[in-house]
């Protein structure tokens, strides 16, 4: 079946026309496609990123690059983003080999479709004119006939009528009906070439005009529908391109999560948390039936107190809260100044705000501590804690407060990054050395004495490098020799819990006997004074049994607040501005009073926030616990 637009479709102008049209049509309507699918591409990959960096840990920490399931959701994110990094190149190949280029040729295509449509219409044209030619030649020489036919039938008429008079007219007639047949003559003579000129015309028209015009569309339309069929192969081909990327950060995915291991996470979580301490021993048996007469000390005064009372030992790993740890919860900075201008209401009435007073020294409240009552000594030992709390800072630079374990982790880690350091400096050095090298042979490349102060720093940072490497080498290899005793006197047997405690054995000798281990903290931190490890083991152990039935310490005055005062930290007190509350301790030096709202809300409060209406017997109470 022949395929010819010019031979096959030679009467369809205005099909062709139409047909055309619409092809281009489709072409920019396919082209609006692939960009409205390269926006999507470029949004999804848009939202991927922002999901893998709104996922992502914004800042490196310990926790998430110790376990392997925070590393494996860290490679995943990672390989999510280059997925969206893919699909970005995608959308990109998507605008620039098919948007771009089928956008340039539609208007190429309209221009090309133009000129052979314009082309065809001149053609159609010209046949056109040239039939309306012929048929007027036609109807020119059809008249000058009829014209010519009736001129003779009127000769012929006065022929037969032969009269003098209709001799003359008949002569004329005769003449008349031969002009007529010669403009019939001429006439059919035009008629004839126009009637050639139009079968030339029409002729050459659909055999050569035609056919070449329809010949360049059908080629114009072949190659529009190429064109769309290279779009949609090279659309396919951008995607297939990105697969093997694709698929290779899914075979990513697939080993990070095959990378998840249970057992050497949990096992991670013991290096992490463990302490190292050994857990507590059996509960010495203690014998109330048995009257013992010990000699009069402080020490045999507080054990005799410990005796005469209710014991309950608890055990410091399931305790809710270490009692010195509870003390520890006032509030730790300095009171804040009371506000510029008080309220309007209490103006007059406003006292000024106290000077403040001289800060007790530790030493003096632990005097006062071990000399005073038992109610008193309860509140100087919240006075004392409050002033430990001010004076305690960050934890010691051998990390002694922390547990064995996390100790020696954490000096390893600092030795190694001082190691790092060092390595660093020492390169430094070197660079600086050679270049320093270069320019006493060439003296015009720079001067060798400006290298000189960089030398000394990078000296003195070296040494002072090296001077904290060798203290945290001392300390490591001290928490080792601890750490190797402690597992040598374990595997040997010979600890606390393989000997046999006696009723009657001194609990000082008891002590006396046990590691090195059992005189750590529950914190972690060391005790290397052994007697006055045992002697604030005893007085602590009084002041915990007093706290544990501890009664609500009575109201010695009233106060009134002057300002407003929101307690953010633990152990303060919120209060409104003219509210009435009771004192139960004074200031102690340190800025906070202690005030009581009911029997349950209690806390301190700054000591220039109130005025404080103390009683008179209260006064003497204080007065007299102080002095003893």
């Known amino acids: 079946m022949s395929c010819n637009w010019g031979t096959e479709l030679w009467d369809q102008f205005d099909n062709l026309e139409k047909h055309t049209s619409w092809g281009i049509d489709f072409l920019e309507r396919y082209t609006k496609f692939v960009k409205e699918r390269a926006d999507i591409e470029l949004s999804y990959a848009k939202q991927i990123r922002s999901l893998s960096k709104k996922y992502h840990p914004k800042r490196s920490r310990e926790d998430e690059s110790r376990y392997t399931w925070c590393l494996a959701f860290a490679a995943t994110l990672r390989q999510l983003n280059d997925v969206a990094v893919q699909r970005e190149e995608l959308a990109e190949n998507l605008n620039t080999q098919i948007v771009c280029e089928m956008t340039r040729y539609i208007q190429e295509l309209k221009a090309e479709r133009k000129t052979h449509f314009q082309d065809g219409r001149r053609t159609q044209q010209h046949i056109e004119s040239s039939w309306k030619q012929l048929e007027s030649s036609k109807r020119r020489f059809e008249r000058d006939c009829k014209e010519a036919e009736r001129a003779q039938h009127v000769s012929d008429r006065i022929d037969l009528d032969k009269t003098e008079g209709e001799k003359r007219c008949s002569l004329k007639a005769r003449q008349t009906a031969q002009q007529k047949q010669q403009a019939a003559e001429e006439s059919r003579k035009d008629y004839v070439t126009s009637l050639n000129q139009f079968n030339q015309d029409q002729h050459q028209h659909y055999h050569t005009l035609v056919p070449v015009i329809y010949q360049r569309i059908q080629d114009m339309e072949e190659r529009r529908i190429e064109r769309i069929a290279d779009a949609m192969r090279l659309s396919a081909e951008a995607e297939r391109k990105i697969l093997p990327v694709v698929s290779r950060c899914l075979d990513a995915m697939m080993d990070t999560s095959e990378s998840i291991h249970p057992r050497m996470d949990t096992r991670q979580v013991v290096e992490v948390y463990k302490s190292g301490f050994d857990p507590p021993g059996d509960v010495e048996f203690e014998d109330y039936s048995a009257t013992m007469r010990r000699s009069i000390s402080e020490s045999s005064y507080l ?57 007790e020294p530790i030493s003096q409240r632990l005097n006062d501590l071990m000399t005073s009552g038992s109610r008193t000594r309860k509140q100087c030992l919240r006075s004392l804690k409050r002033g430990l709390s001010l004076k305690l800072g960050s934890g010691p630079a051998d990390c002694s407060h922390l547990p064995p374990e996390q ?25 600086l050395l050679k270049m320093r090298q270069v320019y006493e042979r060439s003296p015009q490349m720079g001067d060798a004495s ?53 009723p009657g054995s001194s609990s000082l000798k008891q002590l006396d006997s046990r590691s090195p281990a059992s005189r750590e903290s529950p914190d972690g931190s060391y005790t290397e004074d052994h007697n006055a490890e045992l002697q604030f083991k005893s007085r602590s152990s009084e002041f915990d049994d007093d706290f544990d039935d501890e009664e609500p310490l009575p109201s010695i005055g009233t106060c009134k607040s002057l300002y407003p005062f929101q307690g953010q930290n633990e152990g303060t007190l919120s209060m409104v501005e003219g509210e009435l509350l009771s004192v139960v301790e004074e200031d102690k030096g340190d800025g906070w009073t202690r005030v009581r709202r009911n029997l349950e809300e209690e806390g301190y409060v700054p000591t220039s926030y109130i005025k404080v209406f103390l009683d008179s017997s209260a006064k003497g109470f204080v007065q007299s616990s102080r002095l003893v």
Do not use: M, Y
Request: include cysteine; proline fraction near 11%; glycine fraction near 4%.
């Open 303 to 359: 054990d005799n107190r410990t005796e005469g009372r209710r014991h309950s030992r608890k055990l410091w790993p399931f305790i809710r809260k270490n009692k010195l740890l509870t003390l520890l919860s006032s509030p730790r900075q300095p009171p804040p100044p009371p506000p510029t201008s008080p309220s309007p209401g209490d103006v007059a009435n406003s006292p000024r705000s106290p000077p403040p007073a001289s800060r």
């Open 407 to 431: 100790r020696r982790k954490k000096l390893q880690t600092r030795i190694d990054n001082i190691n790092e350091e060092i390595q660093k400096e020492r390169e430094q050095r070197d660079a």
């Open 450 to 502: 400006s290298l000189e102060p960089q030398l000394e720093e990078v000296k003195q940072s070296l040494l002072r490098l090296e001077d904290e490497l060798r203290k945290n080498q001392a300390w490591l290899s001290e928490v080792d020799s601890r750490l190797s005793d402690h597992s040598r006197r374990q595997s040997g047997g010979c600890g606390l819990n393989s000997q046999e405690t006696t």
